[in-house]
């Protein structure tokens, strides 16, 4: 196969992987021109592979040495040339997003570091620890978005102050993904949800100390959701858990960190700027979804049909705000 074949068969490949696993991300990349669209698709290829480590069911030890390897094929990517090798299309065509994009390679180690906390079962006792963890596996992946976008010349902007926004809006994602996903996060042995923010709205006691916060937190909203199951799907509130309010509270986080983030988009070039808003604009619609019945998110992951996918990305491309000013 020649260099141009390869590096063409990586970058299907990776457009392949976002189509398929994406689903909401990809409403709002496939509004780009050909080379963003398909840098963006190395870069989320590269990110599903480490999300896919620490989500697997390897031993943690094994685990932590493929994010070693990761770590090492980012280490080499930046002296590699583009194209070449069939054998690993993702890191093919990151390589050649890299060259065509100067990508922020640091950016995709915190990532690999945000998924190391998940696989050695770090918790987190208030905000602030939890947007550290946000920032590496969700703000980093939106500091490599804004390379591949770049900033409007007439922008008035400077790219760290952009940089900034790029990662606020990450964490707001990030925030919203923790809300849709607490049932199922806690089936597989995993809490995101700030302790202190537990304790204060009835999921684990107030008594509980920092060090059995995990376990107390794994078995109080196992029971909001059994109890959330209940009566053949009825809606039925967790005893001594103020659920709705817990939800409430943590959504309003989040959509701070989107009006911040959002701040980003009229810095960018017209396609550019669409991309960010269908992707924001179908993660708002979700957290709005999640808030309005938050014990069906503790029931089931919640999503959005696929024409409100379509019309929230068709306004993007129109520069509308899809409802969330």
């Known amino acids: 196969m020649s260099r141009t074949d390869a590096l063409a068969a990586a970058h299907a490949h990776c457009e392949a992987v976002t189509r398929t696993q994406a689903a ?6 496939r509004l780009l021109p050909r080379e963003r669209r398909r840098a963006m698709c190395a870069a989320y290829a ?16 094994e685990k932590l040495r493929r994010l070693d390897g990761q770590a ?5 990517l930046e002296r590699a040339a583009p194209g070449g090798s069939a054998e690993d299309p993702v890191m093919t065509a990151l390589a ?21 906390m998940d696989v050695e079962g770090v918790t987190y006792e ?8 946000c920032r590496r596996v969700a703000g980093a992946i939106g500091r490599v978005c804004l390379a591949i ?10 790219m760290p102050a952009a940089e900034r926004l790029a990662d606020d809006l990450g964490v707001a994602l990030q925030l919203t993904n923790i809300l849709r996903d607490v049932a199922e996060d806690a089936e597989n042995g995993r809490v995101y949800l700030p302790a202190e923010d537990l304790r204060r709205f009835g999921v684990i006691a107030e008594h509980e ?23 053949d799907g009825q809606r039925a509130p967790a005893s001594g858990s103020r659920l709705p309010e817990l939800v409430h509270f943590e959504a309003e986080r989040a959509r701070e960190w989107f009006r911040r983030g959002l701040t980003l988009a009229p810095l960018l070039d017209r396609r550019s700027a669409a991309c960010v ?15 309005s019945r938050p014990e069906d998110a503790m029931r089931r992951r919640i999503s959005l049909p696929t024409r409100e996918k379509a019309w929230v990305a068709a306004r993007g491309m129109l520069g509308g705000g899809a409802g969330w000013a």
Request: glycine share 12%; net charge negative; proline share 1%.
């Open 24 to 29: 909401n991300f990809y409403y709002g990349i």
């Open 96 to 116: 050649d997003a890299h060259v065509r994009f100067s990508l922020p390679l640091d950016a995709l180690g915190d990532l690999i570091e945000g998924v190391r």
């Open 209 to 231: 100390l920092s060090a059995d916060g995990r376990r107390a937190a794994l078995e109080g909203l196992a029971a909001i959701a059994r109890q959330a199951g209940a009566s």
């Open 126 to 133: 208030d905000f602030d620890e939890l947007v550290l963890y």
């Open 277 to 291: 808003l269908a992707m924001a604009g179908i993660y708002r619609r979700l957290l709005d979804r999640i808030d």
């Open 72 to 76: 090492l094929a980012l280490a080499r």
């Open 149 to 158: 976008f770049g900033l409007r010349e007439d922008a008035g902007a400077e």
């Open 46 to 61: 590269f990110a599903r592979r480490v999300d896919d480590i620490g989500d697997g069911g390897l031993e943690r030890e």
